[in-house]
């Protein structure tokens, strides 16, 4: 079975302007979640979404927003692009009430100029 | 809140050595999970170990087990013969609830290097 898949793998952005990352989650998952990992830091939870509806929501602003779609990918958008977005997304997707691991995929690197 | 602490920002350990690798947590959570990830150079993050609070026996994946200690608030990996494989970031992590339907809150991460 593929794992979860992010694309891209590597982006390039200027200040202000707007990217999507997209993740599909392991066939079967039902929940996925954003993460956040700025160099040297700990991954930091974004959003995460089940069944289509966001489930939580981390310590972000309102430039970040997420959506999941009826096959249960997802979407991350930030809008406004600062210098401090550059980091490394994580998407991760899990079976809820099983009370075990979320899978990660290889993320996307995001750089902002 | 729940909040996770690392104190070993980076180990130098001799090969075939075992090595613990701390991890402190505060929750108000009755019921939480506890998970060690490992990440490489290559940036993906790799799923080594679960323990849920309400476990009785600590939890053992091969060469990994976890210190669970309740009370104390601890969590610590033991890598048993360590690997020069093994090399790589070690995150500690929290989530609430019984649930991998749950954020995780990770730890700042302990750099772990293997000398042959």
């Known amino acids: 079975d593929a794992g979860v898949t992010q694309s891209p793998t590597h982006l390039i952005k200027t200040r202000g302007q707007h990217v999507t990352l997209r993740c599909s989650p392991i066939s079967g998952h039902k929940s996925v979640s954003w993460y956040q990992q700025v160099l040297g830091q700990g991954p930091q939870f974004i959003f995460q979404y089940y069944e289509k509806e966001e489930r939580g929501r981390g310590n972000f602003p309102d430039r970040f927003s997420a959506r999941q779609f009826p096959n249960y990918s997802s979407e991350l958008n930030v809008n406004a692009l600062l210098l401090g977005d550059s980091a490394l997304y994580l998407c991760?997707?899990?079976?809820?009430?099983?009370?075990?691991?979320?899978?990660f995929g290889p993320g996307t690197r995001l750089t902002v100029l | 809140a729940q909040k996770i602490t690392q104190t070993q920002p980076g180990m130098f350990v001799q090969e075939k050595e075992a090595v613990t690798l701390d991890c402190t947590y505060d929750t108000s959570d009755p019921s939480y999970g506890l998970f060690w990830y490992k990440q490489p150079s290559s940036g993906e993050m790799i799923f080594l170990i679960y323990q849920g609070s309400y476990d009785q026996q600590n939890a053992t994946e091969g060469r990994y087990s976890l210190n669970f200690q309740k009370a104390r608030k601890s969590a610590n990996l033991v890598i048993s013969a360590s690997q020069l494989g093994d090399s790589a970031m070690y995150f500690c992590?929290?989530?609430?609830?019984?649930?991998?339907?749950?954020?995780?809150?990770f730890g700042s991460g302990t750099r772990l290097s293997i000398r042959p």
């Open positions: 991760a997707s899990s079976l809820p009430g099983q009370g075990g691991e979320q899978f």
């Open positions: 992590a929290h989530s609430p609830g019984y649930s991998s339907a749950s954020k995780i809150i």
